[in-house]
């Protein structure tokens, strides 16, 4: 196993000061650390982090045995990089809380200024061959300037906090910066698929770079981006739940609360937490009624954080404030409806409570994940419990069988709450069964071997830039498979592989040259010509009414074979009714961008931008693919961005699947060739069997075996192989 060198903002310890200048070292407890420690551990790798306080020289040796390595940051920088750049321009923007961030110009120079801190202590320590994995929005330029300084290393990142959508995050000063220091990474985790998505559009949108399949080309590297979300440390949790202590801490509960049934909020004292509108709609759920007033409690525990920070100790005011109105309202003698606590409990105390609550009232206004759901869940294998979970919290995507609660709307939730308070137990355990086994299934060793697995596998997996080849030395492969073949087939793009781009796209129509390629070709016995192109099946009709080729349009949508008059459609008629709403937000983007324009095809709409200016055509194009992207999802179309169109079309329909269409009825051949230029002919260079062929036409990534500079190369290397088949014997094989 190689060394893994694991980076975070802070070590996985607290150094507390004892008597006068003495040190003690505590390991801290949770599931990120409990879940990293095992691979600390078996790779003999080191931990990199800030140690919270300086370390004395014996409690540094104490640490040098325990393999972590503490990164120097001097007080007031770190102050501005921590709680200023990460805690208040970062943190806040990323939960949305956009009015919330303070993005100066000097905090971000803390931020860069420690983050290169880190890079320079990591490569004072990493070798070659090492894996390193970055933790959390602290440390987001950190990939990249590891990148430049241990070239070779697989680096991997993760998120802990939500990556919001594009839109939000462009708010961003230094947003470029920022993603250009998550590039250096080999692999990106974040906790949902729709963190992956807004990250990716992100790219795409700020830095003009495409994705294809989770994965992006940049400096002639690969990056991926996958969610992985995060597993508790179950084993921990429930040692700390039922354990002695915790059982004892149970029953002294039980006995203080008698037959009231609890409602438990645990969350650190954040306003992303939403622990306000938490207690409004305790207080809306109880004064709308007498019965739960006397049957049910609040115990809500505000663990203490970032306390240096003004808008925490202002949300701090707040929530007390809101608890004693709501206790002064609806209390009392030796009865009140919430208790509040401002402290951290230990493990086993938390472990209590979990099992004590009826309902885990968890109403994050945004929350990365949320892990106080899982742990709530992993402690409730009676059944007896009931999750409320706020659907802004990353967890609700694994935890489907929750009552979800929006908790900006208070009604709502309190009826949610009521709900949940009112269940009965055979609904509680259905619900309940299911989360607890994915739970404990997915747990944080889980996580960990999965994001590793990635990691190390990135490489295996990934999309390669194909080798840019003459089309003499193409030929002198191809041309004498083809000439040897007992049936062959070829399916050739048009616009851009066979034919050059033009200024008008209606200007495309084949030249004599290609024309008489197509015929000698469709000369050839034994070899099937297929042209296969986006373009609409009447273009393509009459272009190629002479040529004895077979023609596929609109992406595999329409074929009609080589004598035939008529067109086949391919697949059942597709549901059209996308085109209503996309065709206006097509209309408004080409009047605001001159020289752009719309196409119309049976199953798909074109925006086509090859005659607008560069960058405005692509400024433009970013825009629309992200508004499209947004007012499409979940309808059935792909958008796809091609060689300046972007082509909005009928889900499922694509040259790939032409490609399985025509190999399955005339199939199987003793030589393919597949040519394309774009993301659509991905579609089939993906698909194809190992045996078969396939070149791109330009640079870029691709699952092409091989590329070329031109159509010009393509219909060379055409002529070249078309003589080879005539001449069998000429061929030296
Ligand atoms: C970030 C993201 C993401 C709480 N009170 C006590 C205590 N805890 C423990 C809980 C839980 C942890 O703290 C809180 O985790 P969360 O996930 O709820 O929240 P963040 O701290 O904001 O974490 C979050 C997470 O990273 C992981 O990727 O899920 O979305 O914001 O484990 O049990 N532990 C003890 N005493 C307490 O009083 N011992």
Redesign the pocket.
């Known amino acids: 196993m190689s060394r893994v060198i694991l980076v975070s903002n802070r070590l996985p310890v607290t150094i507390r000061r004892s008597r006068g200048s003495e040190q003690t070292l505590d390991m801290s407890?949770?599931?990120?650390v409990t879940g990293l420690a095992p691979l600390h551990a078996k790779s003999n790798g080191v931990w990199i982090g800030h140690p919270g306080e300086n370390p004395n020289a014996k409690t540094l040796e104490e640490l040098e045995k325990r393999r972590l390595v503490p990164v120097d940051v001097p007080t007031r920088e770190y102050r501005s990089y921590y709680e200023g750049y990460s805690n208040t321009a970062l943190w806040p923007l990323f939960h949305y809380f956009v009015e919330r961030g303070e993005f100066d110009p000097a905090q971000f120079e803390a931020y860069r200024s420690v983050n290169e801190r880190f890079a320079d202590k990591v490569a004072s320590i990493a070798e070659p061959d090492d894996l390193i994995w970055v933790h959390d929005y602290q440390l987001m330029l950190l990939p990249e300037m590891l990148r430049q300084r241990v070239p070779s290393a697989r680096i991997g990142f993760f998120l802990?906090?939500p990556f919001p959508s594009s839109e939000t995050f462009r708010v961003l000063p230094q947003r470029t910066q920022i993603l250009r220091g998550l590039l250096g990474a080999d692999l990106i985790g974040v906790?949902t698929y729709e963190y992956a998505e807004n990250l990716q559009r992100s790219f795409r949108r700020l830095l003009g770079i495409e994705t294809v399949r989770g994965a992006l080309r940049y400096s002639g590297r690969s990056v991926r981006i996958q969610s992985h979300p995060?597993g508790?440390d179950t084993d921990e949790m429930r040692a700390a739940a039922f354990s002695k202590k915790a059982d004892h801490e149970l029953v002294e509960l039980k006995r203080r609360i008698g037959d009231r049934q609890v409602v438990l909020g645990?969350?650190?004292l954040?306003y992303?937490k939403g622990l306000p509108l938490k207690l409004m709609a305790w207080r809306r759920l109880l004064s709308g009624s007498q019965r739960w007033r006397r049957g049910a409690m609040l115990i809500q525990?505000a663990?203490p954080s970032r306390e240096n920070i003004d808008s925490y100790s202002q949300q701090k005011d707040e929530v007390e404030r809101l608890v004693g109105e709501i206790n002064g309202l609806y209390g009392s003698p030796g009865r009140v409806p919430i208790h509040y606590m401002y402290?951290?409990?230990?493990?086993e105390e938390?472990g209590a409570l979990y099992r004590l609550a009826d309902v885990a009232f968890v109403s994050p206004l945004r929350?990365?994940?949320?892990?106080?759901a899982k742990?709530y869940v992993a402690c409730r294998d009676d059944g007896g419990g009931v999750l409320a979970l706020s659907e802004f919290?990353?967890?609700v995507s694994e935890l489907g069988e929750s009552l979800r609660l929006n908790p900006w709307d208070i009604e709502g939730t309190a009826a949610q709450i009521e709900r949940a308070l009112e269940m009965d137990f055979g609904e509680r355990q259905e619900r309940m069964r299911p989360m607890y086994h994915r739970v404990v299934q997915n747990d944080v060793h889980r996580w960990v071997e999965r994001f590793m697995s990635a990691l190390t596998e990135a490489e295996v997996e990934e999309l390669q830039v194909p080798p840019q080849l003459q089309s003499q030395v193409l030929a002198g492969t191809l041309g004498p498979q083809l000439a040897t073949a007992g049936k062959a087939l070829l399916m050739l793009d048009y616009d851009g592989s066979l034919r050059e781009f033009t200024e008008r796209y209606e200007d495309a129509e084949p030249t004599p040259e290609i024309l008489e390629i197509l015929t000698s070709l469709g000369e050839l016995d034994g070899v099937r010509t297929y042209i296969n192109s986006g373009r609409d099946r009447n273009t393509l009709g009459e272009w190629f009414s002479g040529a004895p080729v077979s023609l596929i349009a609109e992406h595999g949508s329409w074929i009609r074979e080589a004598g035939d008059a008529k067109w086949t459609r391919m697949g059942p008629p597709p549901d059209l009714r996308w085109k209503e709403s996309v065709r206006p937000v097509l209309t408004e983007y080409s009047e605001r961008t001159p020289g752009a324009r719309i196409e119309e095809k049976s199953s798909a709409l074109v925006w086509h931008y090859r005659e607008a200016d560069d960058a405005l055509g692509e400024w433009q194009a970013l825009e629309l693919m992200s508004v499209l992207e947004d007012m499409l999802s979940g309808s059935p179309v792909e958008i796809l961005s091609g060689a300046r169109i972007i082509e909005i079309r009928q889900q499922g329909v694509d040259k790939g699947r032409a490609f399985e269409h025509v190999n399955e009825l005339l199939g199987p051949f003793d030589f393919i060739l597949v040519t394309g230029d774009d993301r659509t002919d991905e579609d089939i260079f993906a698909r194809l069997p190992d045996d078969a062929y396939s070149v791109k036409v330009g640079g870029g990534q691709s699952s092409a075996r091989a590329a070329v500079g031109s159509p010009g190369s393509i219909r060379r290397l055409l002529r070249a192989m078309i003589g080879a088949r005539r001449d069998r014997t000429g061929t030296g094989v």
Request: aromatic letters at 0%; glycine letters at 12%.
């Open positions: 407890a949770g599931g990120l802990h906090i906790h995060i508790i645990i969350d650190r954040d992303t525990l663990v402290q951290t409990v230990s493990r938390l929350d990365g994940l949320n892990l106080v742990e919290a990353g967890a």
